[in-house]
């Protein structure tokens, strides 16, 4: 069964970075779309970034020229590159990973943004 690790969660205080990390238990099917979501308290989850097989993204307009996603296939691996952060940003991030035949989320990576 595929396992998504999560990693680079924490609190960092506004205007700096910070580098989340997703991982897959085994190596997951080439043609799929990898993606975080974050979700704050009292409200829904929403969808930060995602990024397809061939390298095209999306991104949140709230985030859009602050955070950047990417991806390593050889390592099974999603990175979310966050820059200038709010604290608007602070919630919890989920690793998405969609498939043709399943899919996944991560465990959720705790996000705080203050001084």
Do not use: H
Not at 82 to 92: F, G, I, L, Q, Y
């Amino acid at each position: 069964q595929v396992q998504l690790v999560e990693s680079g969660g924490g609190l960092v205080q506004p205007g700096g970075s910070l580098r989340l990390s997703c991982a897959a238990s085994r190596r997951i099917f080439s043609f799929n779309t990898m993606g975080w979501y974050r979700q704050a308290p009292g409200k829904q989850r929403e969808l930060v970034a995602r990024i397809t097989s061939g390298g095209s993204t999306n991104y949140a307009d709230s985030v859009k020229g602050r955070f950047t996603i990417s991806r390593d296939n050889a390592k099974n691996t999603v990175y979310l590159q966050m820059n200038s952060v709010k604290p608007e940003d602070t919630a919890v991030y989920y690793c998405n990973i969609v498939t043709i035949a399943a899919d996944y989320w991560g465990p959720g990576a705790q996000v705080t943004v203050s001084s």
